[in-house]
């Protein structure tokens, strides 16, 4: 039986990935975003199925009139909006605690006051552990690593909101966890980790992966923070989707828990000491970013540990590192007129 989505943030990287997905197999689908970075990806999914293939509301998470009223038919709301850089919200805190704080009650008061207790998905992140400064770290040659997490960081590790963003992202994750056990809505909570991907218009503040692949195809200008050394796994977004879909097919299982989403241990990569070379190979050329100083909020090292979401789910990571980042490059060379 098909669903009714409504997917927050609709327009975004992830978003309009999943919005192709659900009209790819005939799901009704609303998209509810305000359209404030780009038009780019509602005009590439009318494209793809037409111009009456989808609903589309230009509103706010922030307007609470707006998603209550756009929350009352659906049996699905993927919440993906809100701001997405720590920078930023180092730089504008306000913007980003009612984008992301305040704009996640709204989702969960909309679903609530629906009346028809629909499945919530909502896009955390692994900011919510904070620099995790207790665990010891080991720096090898091209790469720092946990000593003693072989398996990565676990949802159990506690959580230490670091950032404006890591605190209103934060809130917003122990709010929908928390909404699964005081009005039984079944909502699913997901730390992911650094999503890549097709479709992804990165920036220097957020999308690492995707900014230095289009910084260095497009011959822009790029700074390494920190020593480079950091290390992340890193997900792509055809994975990551695949566990909203399982996640909402096990909701009995899924509903009121927490999951770690990202590469896991085999999928980790330093942000330059690794990366540089393998772009570099891609490209042709040597590259000669600028260096700055280490940003806030920045860990050393994370990887999650993503045993939980395989257990429970059957989920895993398909997409390697080496294919992943060569799908983007190749996606990015032979669609340079959209950069």
Known sequence: MKKHYLITGGAGFIGSNYVHRLLARGEKVTIYDNLSRTKRNIEWLKSEFGENAFDLIVADVRDADRITEAAKTSDVIAHLAGQVAVTTSVTNPRDDFESNALGTFNVLEAARLSGRNPIVLYASTNKVYGGMEEVELFEEPTRWRYKDLVNGCPETQPLDF????????GTGDQYVRDYARIYNLPTVVFRQSCIYGPRQFGIEDQGWVAWFIIAAVMGRAM???????????????????QAYDLAVEKIDVARGQVYNLGGGPVNVMSIWAEFGPKLEAMLGKSLNPARGDWRPGDQRVFYADVSKAKLELGWEPRISVDEGVKMLFDWVVTNKELF
């Open 223 to 241: 700074t390494i923070y920190g020593d480079g050394k950091q290390v992340r796994d890193i997900l792509h977004v055809t994975d990551l989707i």
């Open 162 to 169: 670091h950032s404006p963003y890591g605190c209103s992202k």
